[in-house]
Structure formats: structure tokens, C-alpha cells
């Protein structure tokens, strides 16, 4: 499997600009008015493919609506919704959503480390599947198209470029790939903060250094529309374990009565053809307890 040609000096700037755009769009942006009402229900979106948090480089592909559901669950809650796109939950907490997280929606991981770190009692109630009706993602290694490697086995010795440890798809899931297909993991393992980074990388590198980078499988599409990579310029030598991928977690500080209205409105989403069109998705919010591969709870630490 390939994909993308090496970057000539042109295009590296225009990935320049690229990537400043969405360190931008990443800061924090709100679909409400900064006045919004301060018994607003706040809905925290950290969802990688959120029309704010990507780039529009893709057609169809990566402008989830999540301001259409802030919208659609404001009468089943019964209060206006704030909506607030962040890559992280303390920014909201800090800046945008008035102390407070009521629902959050982006990658299992990331949302259930950051509960974590903030303090909060999440808990992951339902999956957003995908066009592809799936809810579930995966980390692909790739190395350049002409790397005389062909398996994850065949990367011994290799410098491999893996993403944050909060990021399960491009950390813990490759590395027990990797080490199931018999490659030791260095010490100091590298890492890089964004798929695109780790695919410039060993495009830098060139094939005098042999090296790999993960990426997440949801990312491909977007490298290659960006420019960040051109087709036939990488090539995916193994594929990951499914991972939970996007996921919606309620505060258990919220009653047990408006936790039930919530999932009144997101269950009501696969009925709107509208909103699955709004969120990029095939059938809506599917509850973890009906999904193929149901995470954990973010629990606070005692």
C-alpha cells in the first residue's frame, strides 16, 4: 500500500503554512457567543476531524458539524448548549466553557487521559461511527515507497517515529504490534506531536536513514490532501489493533435525569439525516455497550 512523492522545497513551505493554521484553529474556538448563558450545558469537542480543529483540504471529508449538534440537543436537554472546540480539555476549563466539561466527544484516549488529568469523573456512553459505519480506528507505520521493508517484522533497528502516549492508535497499539512481530523498542522511544510531523520526518531523512513513522488511519487521507505527502511517497507496512476511536463522554456530575436526556438526544441522531450528514457519519451514536470494542471509564483518581 502507497502513498504520496518526496516534498520539494515549495511544498515544505506551503506544509509550513499548513500546519501554523491548524496549531490556530487548535487554541480553542466556540460555535456560541463568548456571552453564551452561564447555565449553558457545555459540550467540549476535541474531535480531530471537527470542521475547526481540521483543515478543509479534503472535500466531504473532516468538516464535522458539531455546532448542528450543539443545536439538535438543546430541546432534549433543556437548556442552550455552548459548544467549544479544543485539543484540550483544560483550555475549555480554563478559557471557554465556564469551569465546567457536561459532555465531551473527541478521540477515547485523549478525552479519558485529559479526564484524568483534570480531575473529572467522565464516562464514555457512546461511539460516533463513521462513514464507514465503523467506530473504531488503527495506527499504520509506513516508511518511504522504496524501503526494502515490506512487514513490521522487517523494521529491527529502524528509527521509529511513534505519536503521544495518549494518542492509543499511534502508541500503545503499534508498539505491541512491533513487539508481537519480534522488534525490540528502544529505550527512548520518539515521538512526534502530529501524524504530519512523523511523515515529514522520514521524508527528511531520506533512505539514508532507514526509519518509519505511525500514523493514524484516519490522518492518510488528510497527509495526502494537504500536500504534506504526494501519492506513491509512503508505503504502510503494518497495520495496528483496532482502537476506539471517536467517543462521547457525560460528566457523572450531571443528574441522573439529564445524563438520560442526553442520551435520549444523541440515540435520536441516526434518525436525522441531516445530523449523520452534519457529523460525517453512517449511523449516528452508537452506545458502548452495543460497540465491538468498548473502552474503559475515566474514573477520577482516588
Known amino acids: 500500500m502507497t502513498f504520496g512523492m518526496r516534498m520539494n522545497k515549495s511544498q515544505r513551505v506551503f506544509l509550513a503554512v499548513v500546519v501554523v493554521c491548524a496549531a490556530v484553529s487548535g487554541l480553542g474556538l466556540t460555535a456560541q457567543a463568548e456571552d453564551s448563558p452561564t447555565d449553558a450545558f457545555q459540550l467540549i ?3 480531530p476531524l471537527a470542521a475547526p480543529l481540521a483543515c478543509d483540504c479534503v472535500e466531504g471529508y473532516a468538516q464535522r458539524k458539531y455546532e448542528k449538534l450543539g443545536e439538535y440537543l438543546a430541546p432534549f436537554i433543556g437548556r442552550p448548549v455552548n459548544v467549544v472546540f479544543v485539543n484540550a480539555i483544560g483550555t475549555a476549563l480554563e478559557e471557554k466553557s465556564a469551569g465546567r466539561a457536561d459532555l465531551v466527544i473527541g478521540k477515547h484516549s485523549v478525552v479519558a487521559s485529559d479526564a ?31 524501503d526494502p521493508a515490506q512487514t513490521a517484522a522487517d523494521l529491527a533497528g529502524y528509527r521509529i517515529f511513534f505519536g503521544p502516549a495518549d494518542c492509543d492508535e499511534k502508541s500503545a497499539a503499534p508498539m505491541k504490534l512491533l513487539r508481537e512481530s519480534g522488534v525490540e523498542l528502544p529505550e527512548d522511544v520518539e515521538t512526534c506531536p502530529a501524524c504530519s510531523d512523523a511523515a515529514v520526518k522520514i521524508l527528511e531523512l531520506g533512505p539514508e536513514v532507514r526509519s518509519a513513522a505511525v500514523i493514524s488511519s484516519y490522518a492518510k487521507p488528510l497527509l495526502e490532501g494537504c500536500g504534506t505527502v504526494k501519492k506513491g511517497d509512503l508505503r504502510v507496512v503494518g497495520e495496528s489493533d483496532k482502537v476506539p476511536f471517536i467517543t462521547a463522554f457525560v460528566n457523572e456530575d450531571l443528574s441522573a435525569s439529564e445524563r438520560e436526556k442526553v442520551m435520549a438526544g444523541l440515540n435520536e441522531v441516526q434518525y436525522d439525516i441531516q445530523m449523520l450528514i452534519a457529523l460525517e457519519s453512517k449511523v449516528g451514536f452508537v452506545p458502548v455497550d452495543r460497540a465491538d470494542d468498548e473502552p474503559d471509564v475515566a474514573k477520577k483518581k482516588n
Do not use: E, R, W, Y
Open 45 to 47: 469537542v476535541m474531535d
Open 116 to 146: 484524568k488529568k483534570n480531575d473529572l469523573s467522565l464516562t464514555p456512553v457512546a461511539h460516533l461511527t463513521g462513514p464507514d459505519g465503523k467506530t473504531t480506528q488503527t495506527g499504520l507505520i509506513v516508511v518511504l515507497a522504496d
